[in-house]
């Protein structure tokens, strides 16, 4: 039965993250967006992370796609023509190809990696919440506070960024009007 | 559960590869964005998956899943000011696509 729901969730988040990128038009992979984070969640909750997977869900599934949303109805990028990539994006997408397929290789077919322990007690500790409310404020408690200050720095960044300039041509108008 | 760790990779990578020729490719910077998240949701489930499969009563392994709860604010704070610049970008040319933001190439 899991290994069903592993296949479906992960043939799912694969698939969307595939439409994401290959999309026309920037609602659709916004949308396909969704169904890719909301997979990996399943896939954390397979992997008993539930408190992660409720996280994934309301911040990524929430927030931030309705963030992507927002922009995109703001903007209204409605034209996106087929463009073919430059030169210089095919060669690096091509020796970033080579790559992986070298670095697969090593990793599946040559054991580079050593081989994959399944060191698996029976209980997972990241399916309580508690773990990591303790976690977070014993051992992680300075970058708890050090996020929480990144946040407030990218509130205030997006908020200067996204005023208007000052019209300090407030008064060119009335020199336009005064002229003739 | 049989599924083993290396299945829970093969997604992982293939999501990452997924996002990363999003970047590479596409010319939205929209889309780029959403690459870019693409490839940190990949990093996420290989380190929920490692920490999973590697956790003993002895060791639990909680660092990897609070690595990925770390992840998941910053990416949030980097999507907000990501798009705060991306609509300024806008209202400033009248365009998102890439290739005709060359301002500094002439």
């Known amino acids: 039965m899991s290994d069903i729901l592993f296949y479906a969730f992960a043939a799912i988040t694969v698939f969307s993250a595939f439409m994401v990128v290959c999309s026309r038009n920037p609602v659709n992979a916004a949308l396909f967006m969704i169904a890719a984070f909301v997979g990996a969640a399943a896939l954390f909750a397979l992997l008993e992370a539930f408190f992660l997977a409720a996280v994934q869900v309301l911040v990524y599934a929430g927030a931030v796609i309705v963030l992507f949303l927002f922009i995109i109805m703001l903007l209204d990028v409605e034209r996106t023509r087929a463009l073919r990539p430059g030169l210089v994006s095919l060669a690096a997408s091509a020796a970033a190809l080579g790559l992986l397929v070298v670095g697969v290789l090593w990793l599946f077919a040559w054991e580079g990696a050593g081989p994959l322990v399944d060191a698996r007690g029976s209980d997972a500790p990241a399916a309580l919440a508690r773990n990591f409310g303790y976690e977070l404020f014993t051992r992680y408690l300075l970058p708890v506070q050090v996020t929480g200050f990144l946040l407030l720095v990218a509130m205030i960044g997006v908020i200067h960024i996204s005023k208007r300039p000052a019209r300090d041509t407030a008064a060119e108008p009335k020199g336009e009007e005064a002229n003739p | ?106």
């Open chain 2, 1 to 106: 559960m049989s599924i083993g760790l290396d299945s829970y990779l093969v997604v992982a990578g293939l999501v990452f590869v997924i996002g990363f020729f999003g970047v590479l490719l596409r010319r939205n910077t929209l889309i780029v964005l959403m690459g870019l998240e693409l490839m940190l949701n990949g990093c996420n489930i290989a380190l929920v998956a490692f920490s999973r499969y590697h956790a003993t009563p002895a060791n639990p392994m909680m660092e990897g899943n609070l690595f990925v709860f770390f992840i998941i604010t910053v990416a949030a704070a980097e999507v907000a000011v990501g798009l705060a610049i991306i609509v300024q970008l806008f209202r400033l040319r009248q365009t998102v696509m890439l290739n005709e933001l060359q301002l500094l190439k002439d």
